[in-house]
Nanobody, 123 residues
């Protein structure tokens, strides 16, 4: 499975961005997909995850209430919309396909990773 993350860029604090993750194979539609992020000098952290059918969604505490994850199984695409962005949201955002159909917050639960897209939030 190959993943292509896109949608990153430079945005002012308080603004919004929508990240997109496109998977190369339909088999990804039967697995959970998640977004993680890694800021310079920090460990990778869970942002949001969605189960195979979109029925279960998880959000990391830093983005809870400000983000929405959704998926289009027909087109093998998962989007993450982030609102009220803060400078501390600045990071490289990665999408990943899970080893199972249920989303979890641990990165070991994900087998395939995209190349990442950079989000920079200016103050």
């Amino acid at each position: 499975v190959q993943l292509q993350a896109s949608g990153g860029g430079l945005v002012q604090a308080g603004g919004s961005l929508t990240l997109s993750c496109a998977a190369s194979r339909r088999t990804a539609s039967n697995n959970a997909v998640a977004w993680f992020r890694q800021a310079p000098g920090k460990e990778r952290e869970f942002v949001a995850g969605i189960s195979w059918n979109g029925g279960n969604k998880l959000y990391g505490d830093p983005v809870k209430g400000r983000s929405t994850i959704s998926r289009d199984r027909v087109n093998n695409n998962v989007t993450l919309k982030m609102n009220s962005l803060k400078p501390e949201d600045t990071a490289v955002y990665y999408c990943a396909v899970g080893r199972s159909s249920i989303a979890t917050s641990g990165d070991k639960g994900y087998a395939y990773w995209g190349q990442g897209t950079l989000v920079t939030v200016s103050s």
